[in-house]
């Protein structure tokens, strides 16, 4: 497709992320994406997963997650309560010469099986999502879905991080969850580089100083995109300029391109002036980001 | 007292805003804002004094006394959360750390114990006798549904008489959300007129239909797609659940909240609307029988 | 017979909790001997699973029944498999419910909500 880059690079992982939900995470993540291919684009929001809904990947490959479970064997059991006095999680239960487990609960910790005297307690695997692999143009798709009502999408993100081993010599696109919860800061911890997109409000900058405070603590090199910009002030430009932060650029609000991204179409296929605004981002990344030598990475 | 909920599934959809414009036109006295990762409604609230401020003790976190440590490396081995961090000495990283214990439990030296640990704080706000309870949670915490549950039990606990109370519910389908559930009248779902905004609002309908709470659906920036509006339209009356009406997308609204005001005041056409959609809601509110 | 009641003092006069997970006590009152135990609740402040505690501290108590206003699922569950019927409280003092108890005046419990789910309650 004409003016696309062969992105030169390394396995750059680019981690986007935002302080509050419909701020343009998957929007600039999704375009970024499409626009400098070859590349990955991996949705680690897997509550709510959004990115798939653009790309409509062809899907290749998927793989459920499961975490550990502990199961009881009450033959074994002698009621000793040592496990439900451990679990701090309150998780299990004796009622009547058994014990009962309440795997909603259970946050996996493994620690019931290893203390119990009697050997009553093993593990076993339980599913809480899966991940899928696809593939969308030049775009490798990699989607992580948390199933309803369990705990945590942790293991899921550490699996679909686990993927970027495999990439070489393209881009990797991180599109986090919202906030700033420890489900975020998993999907960071290996980005090389992190992109924090605000909106022009009050609200925009409130939000962005949490993800600014986060990128911070975490010492990742970032940058800021403004998105949803209107005439007039722009708190979050303000912001930015108090704490001399980068800005990679400003997506103007623009009916059009609230519909394209309304109907869950690409900008950057749709119209070449989207497109110049993702290369024109992509261009202010760090240029050691560009060209550097293939290796390992540090972490 | 009646709690209205205002939901949205989606982050961005104009939740706080549609919130804040509620509390003005029906001169609430009580109220909260149950995103405590994300707190924005004290951003347009205005609140005068100083609040009373309660640190909020989630799941307990591990620590290593150096002291006593013989580096053997158990704690590391055992730990599912990848929470020790090896440096000069054995740590554990806080942030990682779920407070599970079996670190403690194989430390063969007892160097490892549980220590309370801070994850947030609440605000209590009691000027002009209004009460507006909120939270922030702290970076890196992971109970955030009991800290909502707390916001909404710090409201009701110094809530003066009234007949209505709006609490500004958290984004997303999660414990958070199911938190703000709990023990309301009413939920108002805010919606916008994009795929994902349609979808997300969907799973929001399936957990609050669980708890058999009346539902009303309303739609902001509708004008950005309207066919996508039909079609959200359509759903509420397919699902039989009340529709109150459509806000269009106003720069107005942006200008109005970015000078900490609401939408009702000043003359906008966001705020002609949303009039409207607060009208029917409480209708349903306080004159409908549940279904 | 025991009959356990999640209460907000530690009077038998103070009133019952609307929460059973999360009462600061519980009593536990013998009807044969007309005395009154209160347990505190050490899990009232629970993250999770309060419910659930709160359900094997009544077993534990021996007590054959629960007056309550509310209750969750799995502390539902958990004392239904022990044999506990969980009756509905319809007074606010906690003395009135055990008479009206005795009286053979309140209903079994129907509606058992989702539980909170880790959540807290309220």
Same mark, same amino acid.
């Given at each position: 497709?004409?003016?696309?880059?062969?992105?030169?690079?390394?396995?750059?992982?680019?981690?986007?992320?935002?302080?509050?939900?419909?701020?343009?995470?998957?929007?600039?993540?999704?375009?970024?994406?499409?626009?400098?291919?070859?590349?990955?684009?991996?949705?680690?929001?897997?509550?709510?997963?959004?990115?798939?809904?653009?790309?409509?990947?062809?899907?290749?490959?998927?793989?459920?997650?499961?975490?550990?479970?502990?199961?009881?064997?009450?033959?074994?059991?002698?009621?000793?309560?040592?496990?439900?006095?451990?679990?701090?999680?309150?998780?299990?239960?004796?009622?009547?010469?058994?014990?009962?487990?309440?795997?909603?609960?259970?946050?996996?910790?493994?620690?019931?099986?290893?203390?119990?005297?009697?050997?009553?307690?093993?593990?076993?695997?339980?599913?809480?999502?899966?991940?899928?692999?696809?593939?969308?143009?030049?775009?490798?798709?990699?989607?992580?879905?948390?199933?309803?009502?369990?705990?945590?999408?942790?293991?899921?993100?550490?699996?679909?991080?686990?993927?970027?081993?495999?990439?070489?010599?393209?881009?990797?696109?991180?599109?986090?969850?919202?906030?700033?919860?420890?489900?975020?800061?998993?999907?960071?911890?290996?980005?090389?580089?992190?992109?924090?997109?605000?909106?022009?409000?009050?609200?925009?900058?409130?939000?962005?100083?949490?993800?600014?405070?986060?990128?911070?603590?975490?010492?990742?090199?970032?940058?800021?995109?403004?998105?949803?910009?209107?005439?007039?002030?722009?708190?979050?430009?303000?912001?930015?300029?108090?704490?001399?932060?980068?800005?990679?650029?400003?997506?103007?609000?623009?009916?059009?391109?609230?519909?394209?991204?309304?109907?869950?179409?690409?900008?950057?296929?749709?119209?070449?002036?989207?497109?110049?605004?993702?290369?024109?981002?992509?261009?202010?990344?760090?240029?050691?980001?560009?060209?550097?030598?293939?290796?390992?990475?540090?972490? | 007292?009646?709690?209205?909920?205002?939901?949205?599934?989606?982050?961005?959809?104009?939740?706080?805003?549609?919130?804040?414009?509620?509390?003005?036109?029906?001169?609430?006295?009580?109220?909260?804002?149950?995103?405590?990762?994300?707190?924005?409604?004290?951003?347009?609230?205005?609140?005068?004094?100083?609040?009373?401020?309660?640190?909020?003790?989630?799941?307990?976190?591990?620590?290593?006394?150096?002291?006593?440590?013989?580096?053997?490396?158990?704690?590391?081995?055992?730990?599912?959360?990848?929470?020790?961090?090896?440096?000069?000495?054995?740590?554990?990283?806080?942030?990682?750390?779920?407070?599970?214990?079996?670190?403690?439990?194989?430390?063969?030296?007892?160097?490892?114990?549980?220590?309370?640990?801070?994850?947030?704080?609440?605000?209590?706000?009691?000027?002009?006798?209004?009460?507006?309870?909120?939270?922030?949670?702290?970076?890196?915490?992971?109970?955030?549904?009991?800290?909502?549950?707390?916001?909404?039990?710090?409201?009701? =606990?110094?809530?003066?008489?009234?007949?209505?109370?709006?609490?500004?519910?958290?984004?997303?389908?999660?414990?958070?959300?199911?938190?703000?559930?709990?023990?309301?009248?009413?939920?108002?779902?805010?919606?916008?007129?994009?795929?994902?905004?349609?979808?997300?609002?969907?799973?929001?309908?399936?957990?609050?239909?669980?708890?058999?709470?009346?539902?009303?659906?309303?739609?902001?920036?509708?004008?950005?797609?309207?066919?996508?509006?039909?079609?959200?339209?359509?759903?509420?009356?397919?699902? =039989?659940?009340?529709?109150?009406?459509?806000?269009?997308?106003?720069?107005?609204?942006?200008?109005?909240?970015?000078?900490?005001?609401?939408?009702?005041?000043?003359?906008?056409?966001?705020?002609?609307?949303?009039?409207?959609?607060?009208?029917?809601?409480?209708?349903?509110?306080?004159?409908?029988?549940?279904? | 017979?025991?009959?356990?009641?999640?209460?907000?003092?530690?009077?038998?006069?103070?009133?019952?909790?609307?929460?059973?997970?999360?009462?600061?006590?519980?009593?536990?009152?013998?009807?044969?001997?007309?005395?009154?135990?209160?347990?505190?609740?050490?899990?009232?402040?629970?993250?999770?699973?309060?419910?659930?505690?709160?359900?094997?501290?009544?077993?534990?108590?021996?007590?054959?029944?629960?007056?309550?206003?509310?209750?969750?699922?799995?502390?539902?569950?958990?004392?239904?498999?022990?044999?506990?019927?969980?009756?509905?409280?319809?007074?606010?003092?906690?003395?009135?419910?055990?008479?009206?108890?005795?009286?053979?005046?309140?209903?079994?419990?129907?509606?058992?909500?989702?539980?909170?789910?880790?959540?807290?309650?309220?």
């Amino acid at each position: 497709m004409p003016g696309f880059i062969a992105a030169a690079v390394t396995n750059m992982k680019i981690a986007v992320l935002s302080g509050k939900g419909g701020t343009g995470k998957t929007l600039v993540s999704v375009n970024l994406a499409a626009a400098v291919t070859p590349s990955v684009y991996i949705d680690c929001d897997v509550e709510e997963p959004n990115g798939h809904l653009f790309f409509k990947p062809r899907i290749h490959r998927e793989e459920t997650v499961t975490v550990k479970m502990p199961s009881v064997d009450n033959a074994l059991c002698d009621g000793c309560r040592r496990c439900i006095d451990f679990c701090q999680f309150n998780a299990l239960a004796y009622i009547k010469d058994r014990l009962i487990i309440f795997e909603e609960l259970c946050h996996s910790c493994g620690g019931c099986a290893l203390l119990c005297p009697w050997k009553a307690l093993s593990e076993k695997d339980k599913a809480i999502g899966k991940m899928q692999k696809g593939k969308s143009k030049a775009v490798d798709v990699i989607t992580g879905i948390l199933n309803p009502g369990e705990i945590s999408g942790i293991p899921i993100i550490n699996r679909l991080l686990a993927e970027c081993v495999n990439y070489h010599q393209r881009p990797i696109f991180i599109d986090c969850p919202p906030g700033s919860a420890c489900i975020v800061m998993e999907s960071i911890k290996d980005a090389d580089y992190c992109i924090l997109v605000a909106e022009p409000t009050v609200f925009g900058v409130h939000n962005l100083n949490m993800v600014y405070e986060l990128v911070r603590l975490f010492n990742k090199p970032f940058g800021v995109v403004l998105n949803k910009c209107l005439k007039g002030d722009n708190p979050a430009a303000r912001f930015c300029q108090k704490k001399d932060i980068k800005i990679l650029g400003r997506i103007p609000y623009d009916n059009e391109l609230g519909k394209l991204n309304s109907d869950a179409e690409i900008a950057v296929y749709k119209n070449k002036k989207y497109l110049a605004i993702f290369l024109s981002l992509w261009e202010q990344l760090p240029k050691e980001m560009h060209c550097e030598a293939t290796s390992d990475s540090k972490r | 007292m009646k709690q209205l909920l205002i939901l949205s599934g989606k982050g961005g959809t104009g939740k706080t805003t549609i919130a804040s414009a509620f509390i003005k036109i029906a001169a609430v006295k009580v109220y909260a804002d149950c995103d405590v990762d994300a707190p924005n409604l004290h951003l347009i609230t205005a609140q005068r004094s100083q609040p009373t401020k309660t640190d909020y003790y989630g799941l307990p976190k591990a620590q290593i006394d150096p002291r006593l440590c013989i580096k053997c490396d158990c704690c590391r081995k055992y730990c599912r959360f990848n929470a020790v961090m090896v440096a000069d000495y054995y740590k554990i990283d806080a942030f990682a750390c779920e407070g599970c214990g079996v670190c403690a439990l194989v430390c063969p030296v007892k160097a490892v114990s549980l220590k309370p640990a801070v994850a947030g704080e609440l605000m209590l706000y009691t000027d002009d006798d209004k009460v507006f309870s909120t939270a922030q949670l702290k970076m890196g915490s992971g109970t955030s549904g009991m800290l909502v549950s707390e916001v909404k039990k710090q409201m009701k =606990k110094a809530a003066v008489a009234t007949d209505l109370a709006i609490i500004d519910g958290s984004p997303g389908i999660g414990c958070p959300v199911i938190a703000s559930l709990s023990g309301v009248d009413m939920v108002l779902i805010v919606t916008e007129p994009s795929i994902s905004g349609i979808s997300d609002m969907e799973r929001i309908v399936a957990t609050a239909a669980k708890f058999g709470i009346k539902t009303a659906i309303c739609i902001n920036k509708y004008d950005t797609n309207p066919v996508n509006a039909k079609k959200i339209e359509q759903y509420a009356n397919d699902h =039989k659940l009340a529709f109150v009406g459509m806000i269009p997308f106003d720069a107005a609204a942006v200008a109005a909240v970015n000078s900490g005001q609401t939408i009702v005041d000043i003359d906008c056409p966001s705020g002609a609307a949303v009039r409207s959609v607060y009208d029917q809601t409480i209708k349903i509110l306080f004159h409908q029988n549940k279904k | 017979m025991k009959i356990a009641i999640p209460v907000e003092d530690k009077d038998i006069k103070s009133n019952i909790c609307s929460s059973f997970g999360r009462a600061p006590y519980f009593l536990i009152y013998d009807s044969v001997n007309r005395n009154n135990t209160f347990l505190t609740n050490n899990f009232s402040r629970a993250t999770g699973g309060a419910g659930i505690k709160a359900a094997q501290t009544v077993i534990d108590s021996k007590a054959e029944v629960l007056l309550a206003i509310s209750c969750g699922e799995n502390a539902a569950y958990v004392l239904q498999t022990a044999g506990i019927n969980i009756y509905k409280a319809d007074h606010t003092c906690a003395k009135d419910n055990i008479n009206a108890f005795i009286d053979g005046k309140l209903e079994l419990l129907k509606e058992i909500h989702a539980g909170f789910h880790r959540r807290g309650g309220y």
